[in-house]
Nanobody, 126 residues
Framework: QVQLVESGGGLVQAGASLRLSCAAS????????MGWFRQAPGKEREFVAR????????SYADSVKGRFTISRDNAKNTVYLQMYSLTPEDTAVYYC???????????????????WGQGTQVTVSS
C-alpha cells in the first residue's frame, strides 16, 4: 500500500535550519502533488507548502513564505521541506501528504489530500 515516511525532524535552536524529507512508495510519484502540513499541540493541522507533480509550481502559507522552500526529486520519489530561520512558533509535528491532482497549485485543506505520513517532530527552542 501507499506509504509516506517523513524524516529529518529534531530539536534545534531559534535561527537554525532544518531539512525534512518525505519518501513515498507504492504510488506513481510524479502524478501526485505533494504538500507539507504541521500541527502544534492543541492546534489544528495547518497547511505549510505544496508542490505540483512536475515541481514547477509551489505555494506557501504566509507564515513560512520566504523562510521555507519545498522541492521534490521525482527520480527518488521524495519531497523536501527546507526550513530556514526557525522560530519557536514553528514547533510542531510536520506531515507530508499526497494529492492525486498533480496540476493544482494551491490546495490547503487537509481533506483534499489522499495519503498522509506519520509525521516528524520539529522542536525549536528559544
Amino acid at each position: 500500500q501507499v506509504q509516506l515516511v517523513e524524516s529529518g525532524g529534531g530539536l534545534v535552536q531559534a535561527g537554525a535550519s532544518l531539512r525534512l524529507s518525505c519518501a513515498a512508495s507504492a504510488l506513481t510519484f510524479s502524478t501526485y502533488a505533494m504538500g507539507w502540513f504541521r500541527q502544534a499541540p492543541g492546534k489544528e493541522r495547518e497547511f505549510v507548502a505544496r508542490i505540483t507533480g512536475t515541481g514547477r509550481s509551489t505555494s506557501y502559507a504566509d507564515s513560512v513564505k520566504g523562510r521555507f522552500t519545498i522541492s521534490r526529486d521525482n527520480a527518488k520519489n521524495t519531497v523536501y521541506l527546507q526550513m530556514y530561520s526557525l522560530t519557536p512558533e514553528d514547533t510542531a509535528v510536520y506531515y507530508c501528504a499526497a494529492d492525486n491532482r498533480p496540476l493544482r497549485i494551491d490546495v490547503r485543506g487537509t481533506l483534499e489530500y489522499d495519503y498522509w505520513g506519520q509525521g516528524t517532530q520539529v522542536t525549536v527552542s528559544s
